[in-house]
């Protein structure tokens, strides 16, 4: 636990005795004198203590304390205030107990003072301070609110009362209590400004940590508009390139390493460019600052703008300092900068040199060299080096193994990169697949935490980078082998939960997720490993710990468990699925290498896995595919594609009444109801659902016969200036104004009884108020709001409601009207059928959009918070043809079945586009742009 200052305890050294007592009569002069004496020794003792004479300390207040109790008696306010010095004292000291029995007395004394009063504010303060430092969080909320209580009633809200409002703080924020940790924060922050001003670097304090608190909440927007007020305060006060300041602009980069936002990380990094000659900083100092400068211009992928900085660098340690730490770091970054552009040799040329040097002043099993080693292994293999790469990547790996444990998720990146190096000079070997199964088991352990923090770039993509070499080896050997097939189904399948896991890691470990506490323990426990190395006698307790505390969060009711916790779905769970002969799931596992499609069926000798080619040479063609199938003015090859994805499964297909399809990668994306069987569209003769992963599919909730119908949408239009940063992302992702896109009002003669809400009526907190509120379950809700459905930035997705009106609250107390995924998980949504007939997949329909992690984590979210099926669009429609089948569809809802409502829909149109002379109605724009998700 962080120590309470010595500064603070000042405080309570210079309230002279009459301002603890009676405020009516004025001190004599021998109450003046003791206090001055008393203040001397105290003073005195305090430096004992500054300087680490901890037990010299001790005893001079203890001695301090013993005469004054014999002067002025074992009452006296003066006594209270050495009993109060002496508890922290103790505390120091590790001697807790004694500090807490120290504090009481102390306590005891101050009451007779006054309660409140200035003394039993500061005793109280103190004394929550020593119980935070011993662990006891629980007594030490109580003892801080109540200093908080304290400090108001002695002396208003003023800058002390601030100060113990931040620790308090910190001090619920431990304990897992985020909305009195977010009140006080918000108090701090006001009292400072009130008193202090805006541009003060102490205003600037609580604003940064209530910032990050929103943050961990997923509060994003706000998060960084906090950051920016607190960063120009300091800049207002001066105080621009300090060390402050920077922590601040820090603080913002590692929101947008988390969110995968390159151009807005490079805008602030430019500002720490732009101001590196004018702070100044000299010798080691400014090496190391340029160093974490380049780091994290490497970070997000700016290794060309990190290069000149860096040759500038070594040149000038080899003049000043060729033999230093600093030199050997910044060796290690100019390799790895090498690396990430394709200069492999000159990389292992640098990284080599780094690493001798490094040893030769820290030796061979530290952080920094093992970091460095990888990163040479790494540039040897880039470099066709392959046997060398894999005995120095051998060499981190047992170094690394010995300190952490045979599965740490901090493991991964070297168990791939070896399975790297062997795949590509030996092929699928025993090997190559030992190293698979080691790389499985630390995803299997890994965090969300752990998952964005694999490598340095955006981390959704290296995270599918990596599963995807994983299927790709998997899936090549269950076919060489077919006993291997059972065990790349449930790898395959957990993968797919990792990578919805990873779209939401944002809020997964955040304040959010703490209100589960068996989930907030688990998360815990694994932080714990990722922070320590645990030694191995310790790892097999350690390791039975985390499995339990793992059952025990998949047991809660937390919303977030099973997604985050689930470990996938094995063949026989799949098969025992399936109700009928006629029905099958469709796999699709994706990677550039490899692409495959696995019949799931009844009889397990109808299985089928079947290679469909290499996934790399198809992501141009299938954007261009889907792009056709979205525009009515253009004509989608839906042959080609029929033959590519479904005609090597054989005719089989045809005999299907009922397919579940569970697709990755851009194939998440492809109409598979539009694809044709036996010449027809698929969707005349079969009902086909869709599912972000099996384990989704066997958790998905059947329809509960709800009867009451209600409409959402759209609403009013954001203003121009709205200060959102995610409104202002989507704006400059989506090319969307404030307003929406154009959609026809919603229809006056819907039936009675059908509740609507429209214009004003659509925000984001009406709509928590109306599913608050909702007596039944809902039959059908129909949200006719923009969704965007971001494929680069998961995170990014989101459901956009109208703006609220000004009600006196704060920007980040307030909704902002958009519903991201971690607010999604906390809802209410009790429907059968959720229909989203405005959402868009984007930024564009292009090659590098096509990843469904924001789709899947929407409908997961979605499901999990109580949607029985999720109907979305994945692009608008094009014309009214679009919006007349939207209108069939929602008739078909009322009429039947509801998780069949798509499919008789979809059915109804293509008889019906059949039966005009013109086909123009047969284009997918028009009836295939909607995927139902559910059972």
């Not at 009867?707 to 409104?727: R, S, T, Y």
């Not at 909702?774 to 494929?791: G, K």
């Not at 809802?827 to 868009?840: G, T």
Request: glycine share 8%; charged share 25%; proline share 4%.
């Amino acid at each position: 636990m962080k120590p309470f200052p010595i500064l603070l305890l000042a405080l309570c050294l210079v309230l002279p005795t009459s301002a603890v007592a009676q405020e009516s009569s004025k001190p004599s002069p021998q109450e003046i004198e003791n206090f001055k004496k008393a203040t001397r020794r105290s003073e005195a003792a305090q430096a004992l203590m500054q300087a680490g004479r901890l037990e010299d300390a001790i005893q001079a207040f203890q001695k301090l304390l013993k005469d004054q109790e014999a002067e002025l008696g074992k009452d006296h306010q003066l006594v209270a205030r050495t009993w109060n010095n002496l508890a922290f004292c103790l505390s120091q000291a590790d001697r807790h107990e004694e500090a807490v029995d120290a504090g009481r007395e102390a306590l005891r004394i101050a009451k007779l003072g006054g309660d409140p009063s200035p003394g039993t504010a500061q005793v109280r303060r103190n004394l929550a301070g020593v119980a935070e430092r011993m662990g006891d969080l629980e007594q030490a909320a109580v003892w801080i609110q109540k200093a908080v209580e304290d400090f108001e009633a002695s002396y208003g809200r003023t800058p002390m009362a601030a100060e113990a409002r931040e620790a308090a703080a910190r001090i619920f924020l431990s304990l897992g209590r985020t909305a009195e940790a977010q009140q006080h924060l918000e108090w701090a922050t006001a009292i400072y400004e009130r008193v202090l001003g805006g541009m003060n670097p102490t205003t600037s304090r609580p604003m940064s940590s209530l910032a990050d608190l929103l943050a961990r909440q997923g509060k994003v927007g706000a998060a960084l508009l906090l950051f920016e007020h607190a960063a120009n305060a300091l800049a207002g006060a001066g105080a621009e390139g300090s060390a402050g300041w920077q922590s601040l602009l820090d603080a913002q980069l590692a929101q947008f390493r988390r969110l995968g936002e390159n151009i807005e990380a490079k805008e602030i990094l430019d500002q720490i460019l732009s101001r590196r000659t004018a702070m100044s900083l000299e010798g080691a100092e400014s090496w190391s600052r340029d160093i974490q400068l380049c780091g994290r211009l490497l970070d997000f992928g700016f290794a060309e703008d990190a290069e000149p900085v860096l040759q500038a660098l070594v040149e000038r340690l080899r003049q000043s300092a060729p033999q230093s730490l600093e030199m050997a770091q910044a060796l290690g970054v100019l390799g790895y900068d090498h690396f990430l552009l394709g200069h492999w040799s000159s990389a292992v040329e640098h990284l080599q040199e780094g690493v001798q040097l490094a040893v030769s002043e820290i030796g061979e099993a530290n952080d920094l060299v093992s970091e460095m080693r990888f990163r040479l292994g790494q540039s040897l293999a880039a470099d066709g080096n392959l046997d060398q790469a894999k005995e120095v990547l051998m060499s981190v790996l047992e170094i690394r193994r010995e300190a952490l444990g045979e599965d740490h998720p901090a493991l991964l990146p070297l168990f791939l990169a070896l399975l790297e190096v062997e795949v590509d000079s030996a092929g699928i070997t025993v090997g190559a697949l030992d190293l698979l199964d080691m790389a499985e088991a630390c995803l299997q352990k890994a965090p969300p935490s752990g998952l964005s923090g694999l490598m340095f770039q955006s981390w959704w993509t290296e995270l599918e980078d990596y599963d995807q070499f994983l299927r790709h080896a998997r899936w090549t050997a269950a076919a060489e082998k077919g006993k291997l097939l059972a065990d790349s189904f449930q790898v395959a399948d957990r993968q797919r939960q990792r990578s919805i896991q990873g779209a939401l890691a944002w809020w997964l470990e955040s304040g959010e997720a703490f209100q589960f506490p068996s989930l907030g323990r688990f998360f815990s426990h694994l932080r714990q490993a990722e922070r320590l190395a645990v030694p191995k006698e310790q790892r097999k307790a350690f390791n039975a710990q985390t499995e339990r505390l793992r059952k025990a969060a998949l047991q809660s009711d937390s919303a977030m468990g099973s997604l985050v916790l689930a470990q996938g779905a094995d063949l026989q769970q799949a098969r025992a699925f399936l109700q009928a002969e006629d029905q099958a799931i469709l796999i699709f596992p994706w990677s550039e290498e490899s692409v495959w499609a696995m019949l799931v069926t009844s009889n397990e000798k109808t299985d089928q896995l079947v290679s469909l080619g290499e996934g790399r040479a198809w992501r141009s063609e299938l954007a261009e595919f889907l792009a056709a199938c979205s525009d009515a003015e253009l004509n989608p090859d839906l042959d080609k594609w029929s033959r590519r994805l479904l005609q090597p499964l054989g005719e089989e297909l045809a005999a299907f009444r009922k397919v579940y399809i569970v697709p990755e990668g851009p194939l998440a994306f492809v109409p598979f109801e539009a694809l044709t069987v036996a010449k027809q569209p698929w969707a005349r003769h079969c009902r086909i659902a869709y599912a972000a992963s099996v384990q989704a599919l066997l958790q998905a909730q059947k329809a509960e016969g709800g009867q009451e119908i209600a409409h959402f949408g759209p609403g009013h239009a954001f203003a121009e200036e709205a200060p959102l940063h995610q409104w202002n992302r989507l704006k400059n992702r989506f090319a969307v104004e404030p307003g929406f896109s154009p959609r026809p009002a919603i229809a006056p003669n819907y039936p009675d009884g059908e509740a609507v809400y429209q214009g004003a009526e659509v925000t984001e907190s009406s709509f928590r108020e109306f599913l608050a509120a909702l007596p039944n379950r809902l039959r059908f809700l129909d949200l006719q709001l923009p969704v965007y459905l971001d494929a680069q930035v998961p995170s990014a997705t989101c459901l956009v409601f109208g703006p609220e009106a000004e009600d006196g609250r704060a920007f980040w107390q307030r909704p902002d009207g958009l519903l991201d995924l971690g607010e999604v998980f906390h809802l209410n949504v009790n429907a059968d059928f959720l229909l989203l007939p405005a959402a868009a997949v984007g930024p564009q329909l292009g090659e590098l959009d096509l990843h469904p992690e924001g789709l899947f984590a929407l409908v997961c979210g979605l499901q999990t918070s109580g949607a029985a099926g999720v109907c979305l669009s994945q692009w608008n429609a094009p014309d009214g043809k679009g919006w007349a089948f939207e209108a069939m569809l929602r008739q078909e809802v009322r009429n039947g079945e509801v998780s069949e409502a798509l499919w008789r829909a979809q059915r109804r149109w293509l008889r019906k586009a059949g039966e005009e002379v013109s086909s123009s109605a047969l284009h997918p724009a028009h009836w295939a742009r909607f995927r139902f998700f559910g059972i």
